[in-house]
């Protein structure tokens, strides 16, 4: 505070002086040292040498702790004295999400420090990496190999310490890896290091511009709900093993968020996570739903762009190989006939495809492919009417507008035939996370220890535990994402949202009647 003259009858006047505060600098410094470390494994893809690479970082962390707390919301100053647990609850997380990332890093710049892999003593963990099937295909399509999806180019070899995953993406996710072999350089090692910190930043700067487009209440309940996100089994697991997911799931998210004010650039984003994945391009069909036209022309423009650019530097031969050979293998599950010989990998299959192969290693009968590919088939059905039908109505709020993305995403992930827990249930726990509309805080922590604990059963337990462990997660993955979007298309009365009926109401939602939504003139 300092004082001054006021206006009136020359009084002396107390004028409040604007600081950081404690809080937002707090925050700050624990953003800015996941983002260093993180940094640092990027600068080590690069090649640069230690000393070199760390002096960079720690330039870059006081940069950020000098000029991020101004970007934080106001509302976060003198929170410690306004909510004391919970500020200090989100202190001990976030000290430990720091550290958490930390540790991983050191694993990601040399695998061969094992004991610090998420899981040290788990040997899927420390030789599984799904980048080896990226960027061997790269490698591959290099070397003229005809048929890149023929798994026989993959299976029983090793890139470093990893076992080679084969390849089942379209034809134009190849440039992704292209242009990462391209700026990291031939040593996969490099590839792999550059790839983490490329997918870590894309995730940091999803959940900070989706932060910044909601309401102020939520604002804060999505800040202080992010050391949860950062903590959860799938980000932690899809990180480590370096699955695209979390960066396909991520480019969508900021493709909504910046649609508002670049339909353009948002149009760019969701072609570039839908031609990669497919899965996002539930999201064109909920914006041509909406009737969103100048988004939709340009997520269309882009993605004809993409795929004409793809054709263009890999040539014709791996989109026919891809229509005739691999697109079958897919649709009848035989592609992942390697993940669905281990009991293991059934059980954490959250993709509705895996229910039959679950009920036959129960030893039911009859529980084929064929009865996958049919349930496959009806929840794909399902999901885009699920997206039609949420469309019905402009979201009533920013924050529910994210969560139908997020739901949508969600769905999408599983309708693969092999959806593994590992990373697929990632876009759930940020769902849950950030929409402070429907979901309270206890049954946040229920959910998010649904999803995560099963990670901790050993691969080698029996697949009954395994099956039932896993089990809630799948079911939340589905039912939650769903009823959010048949809420979502229910037409109501302003400024009026029904609680839910059934068990799902009684256990995850809050009564919404109680809820007050702001103005959201700028969502469409």
């Known amino acids: 505070m300092r004082e001054g003259i006021g206006t009136e009858h020359n009084r002396t006047v107390k004028i409040p002086i604007k600081r950081y505060g404690i809080e937002r600098l707090t925050v700050a410094c624990i953003i800015a040292f996941i983002t ?17 690479a760390i002096t960079i970082a720690a330039l870059i962390f006081v940069f950020e702790v000098i000029f991020l707390p101004r970007l934080l919301p106001d509302a976060l100053n003198g929170i410690r004295k306004q909510r004391p647990w919970m500020s200090r609850a989100w202190l001990v997380l976030g000290l430990i999400a720091a550290i958490q990332t930390a540790r991983l890093s050191v694993f990601m710049v040399d695998p061969s420090l094992s004991q610090y892999s998420l899981f040290p003593g788990v040997k899927w963990y420390i030789e599984h990496c799904c980048l080896t099937a990226y960027s061997e295909s790269a490698r591959l399509l290099g070397d003229g190999e005809k048929n890149i999806f023929d798994p026989q180019n993959f299976y029983g070899r090793k890139v470093a310490s990893f076992n080679v995953d084969p390849y089942h993406y379209p034809p134009p996710f190849l440039l992704l890896p292209l242009m990462v072999r391209g700026v990291a350089g031939g040593d996969f ?17 999803a959940i900070w511009l989706l932060i910044y487009r909601l309401e102020p209440g939520s604002r804060l309940r999505a800040i202080g709900m992010a050391p949860l996100i950062w903590l959860s089994m799938p980000v932690l697991a899809g990180l480590q093993v370096s699955n695209v997911q979390i960066m396909v799931i991520s480019i969508s998210v900021i493709a909504w968020a910046i649609f508002p004010r670049q339909a353009a650039a948002g149009g760019m984003l969701l072609a570039m996570s839908s031609v990669a994945k497919i899965f996002p391009g539930i999201l064109f069909v909920y914006l041509a739903a909406q009737r969103k036209w100048r988004e939709v022309i340009w997520t269309a423009v882009f993605a004809f762009v993409l795929i004409l650019l793809a054709f263009l530097i890999i040539g014709p031969h791996p989109f026919k190989m891809f229509i005739e050979y691999e697109m079958p293998r897919l649709s009848s599950g035989e592609a992942f006939s390697g993940p669905f010989s281990k009991l293991f990998a059934v059980a954490r299959n959250m993709a509705p495809f895996g229910i039959p192969l679950k009920l036959g290693g129960l030893g039911i009968s009859g529980m084929t492919l064929e009865i996958g590919r049919i349930i496959s088939m009806i929840y794909l059905l399902g999901v885009v009417s699920l997206a039609i039908w949420s469309a019905r109505r402009p979201p009533r709020s920013n924050t529910e507008a994210a969560s139908i993305w997020l739901s949508l995403l969600s769905l999408g992930t599983l309708v693969s035939p092999f959806a593994p827990a590992s990373y697929v249930l990632s876009s759930l726990v940020w769902l849950v996370c950030i929409n402070r509309e429907i979901f309270r805080l206890p049954s946040v922590l229920i959910i998010w220890l649904l999803i995560s604990g099963p990670f901790l059963i050993s691969q080698e337990a029996p697949f009954l535990l395994l099956l039932i462990c896993y089990l809630p997660a799948q079911v939340l993955a589905v039912s939650i994402p769903a009823v959010i979007l048949w809420q979502a298309g229910k037409r109501h009365p302003a400024k009026q949202v029904r609680q839910p009926e059934g068990i799902m109401s ?13 103005n959201t003139k700028n969502l469409r």
């Not at 260093?36 to 080590?44: N, P």
């Not at 090692?189 to 700067?205: D, P, Q």
């Not at 009684?506 to 702001?518: C, T």
């Open 189 to 205: 090692l490099n590839v792999r290091a550059f790839w983490f910190a490329l997918n870590a930043l894309l995730l940091m700067l």
């Open 506 to 518: 009684k256990l995850f939602f809050r009564n919404q009647s109680q809820l007050h939504f702001e």
């Open 36 to 52: 260093g470390f993180i940094l640092y494994v990027g600068f080590r893809g690069l090649g640069l040498q230690f000393i070199t």
